[in-house]
């Protein structure tokens, strides 16, 4: 692509609801959204079915790279116990940079609060790998009650996001004890 050549309508409406929806919620404005993209309510609408739609969309194409950055590499030869901690730390990695405000897919959820909006969908499958993953390990390192761990590891994940991306609390020494503790207490080694 040449310098000067833009990047499709589709994909800078994408990356504006991305950015913008992480920025300020999901309560901007198509015209904002439209606007950062440089496209017209005309293209979007052409594109898109709905802001919800868009905003759904959105959420799609950013998982897997949100599910890359938390997970560690498949097979990497790491104990279950080290696998889960490697979660935490880098929670506790990206709560520390400028510009954090948590968890996406939690935010999209407490935000729409309505389980059936295409956006909240995203979210919670989302959020249901995560759940799964601890719960995939959490069996593999011998927890007493893998699924209950893994819910209390998702709360903990969860908790710690929100108060470090409204800057109630800082992560650093706090997150790593917490679900060491929460994994003893399960029994994983």
């Known amino acids: 692509m040449s310098p000067d050549a833009k990047p499709a309508s ?3 409406l994408l990356e504006a609801a991305a950015a913008l929806s992480y920025a300020e919620g999901v309560g901007v404005g198509v015209e904002a959204l439209c606007k950062a993209a440089g496209v017209s309510k005309r293209s979007m609408y052409q594109l898109f079915e709905s802001k919800d739609d868009l905003l759904a969309a959105s959420l799609e194409r950013r998982a897997a790279a949100y599910v890359d950055l938390l997970f560690p590499a498949a097979g990497d030869g790491r104990t279950a116990r080290e696998r889960i901690l ?3 730390g880098q929670v506790a990695e990206q709560a520390a940079l400028p510009g954090y405000q948590g968890c996406p897919y939690l935010a999209v959820q407490i935000e729409l609060k309505d389980a059936d909006h295409p956006a909240s969908k995203v979210a919670r499958r989302v959020k249901g790998e995560l759940t799964a993953f601890f719960r995939t ?8 009650d893998p699924a209950l761990l ?3 590891l998702t709360l ?3 908790g710690a996001s929100a108060r470090a991306g409204v800057r109630a609390d800082d992560l650093a ?3 790593l004890p917490t679900a060491t503790t929460l994994l003893d207490a399960g029994g994983v080694r």
């Open 10 to 12: 589709r994909d800078r």
């Open 86 to 88: 490697h979660v935490f």
């Open 137 to 144: 390990e959490a069996e593999r390192g011998g927890a007493a």
């Open 150 to 152: 893994a819910r209390q």
């Open 156 to 158: 903990l994940f969860d």
């Open 173 to 175: 020494g706090l997150i």
